[in-house]
Antibody, heavy 115, light 109 residues
Framework: EVQLVESGGGLVQPGGSLRLSCAAS????????MTWVRQAPGKGLEWVAN????????YYVDSVKGRFTVSRDNAKNSLYLQMNSLRAEDTAVYYC????????WGQGTLVTVSS | QAEVTQESSLTVSPGGTVTLTCGCS?????????PYWFQQKPGQAPMTLIY???DKHSWTPARFSGFLLGGKAVLTLSSAHPEDEAEYYC?????????FGGGTKLAVL
């Protein structure tokens, strides 16, 4: 059974940092691009970032460029999102996605940026 | 950043057929935009229904179909069931970036 389990969310002050993790199982993690998508409370989905199989290619939505960094550890079947200089508008549930065609979604982890 | 457009809300009767559309602000949607469709029910993570405009996952109910028509990506739901009431999002590689549409809230009434 495929599982993607996000962790690391929580309450952080504006300007602070958080590191999200996504633990993958049930599929060959190193074979696939991985993606982060977020959803602000009561709002739609927003594509955030993705990373290729060996971590050599990374892409970001404009609003997080220079603040967020996506990475992965294929030995640990894990995906990460380092989030710095957080803003109130980064408040959202963050989902990790994997598989050849955005096949699999985690259940998400809530990040709240507030003073 | 380019925009992806969807209907904000639609209603379908049980057993009826409804069509949802997805457009890209830079021009006609083609296979090169790699259209995706996702379903999200309240309190749940989204689920991928359609990829590459028309391909289905093993878990996609047969009553859902995706295709390209008139310069847009289209999701058709035939013989709607009450459990199909949900938010539907499309995703396109639009303007050189992955962009979600704003979502279509589908009511089955």
């Amino acid at each position: 059974e495929v599982q993607l389990v996000e962790s690391g969310g929580g309450l952080v002050q504006p300007g602070g940092s958080l590191r999200l993790s996504c633990a993958a199982s049930g599929f060959i993690f190193s074979d696939y691009w991985m993606t982060w998508v977020r959803q602000a409370p009561g709002k739609g989905l927003e594509w955030v970032a993705n990373i290729n199989q060996d971590g050599s290619e990374k892409y970001y939505v404009d609003s997080v460029k220079g603040r967020f960094t996506v990475s992965r550890d294929n030995a640990k079947n894990s995906l990460y999102l380092q989030m710095n200089s957080l803003r109130a508008e980064d408040t959202a549930v963050y989902y990790c996605l994997g598989g050849g065609h955005y096949d699999y979604w985690g259940q998400g982890t809530l990040v709240t940026v507030s003073s | 950043q380019a925009e992806v457009t969807q209907e904000s809300s639609l209603t379908v009767s049980p057993g009826g057929t409804v069509t949802l559309t997805c457009g890209c602000s830079t021009g006609a949607v083609t296979s090169g935009h790699w259209p995706y469709w996702f379903q999200q029910k309240p309190g749940q993570a989204p689920m991928t229904l359609i990829y590459d405009a028309s391909d289905k996952h093993s878990w996609t109910p047969a009553r859902f179909s995706g295709f390209l028509l008139g310069g847009k990506a289209v999701l058709t739901l035939s013989s709607a069931h009450p459990e199909d009431e949900a938010e539907y999002y499309c995703l396109l590689f639009c303007g050189g970036a992955w962009v979600f549409g704003g979502g279509t809230k589908l009511a089955v009434l």
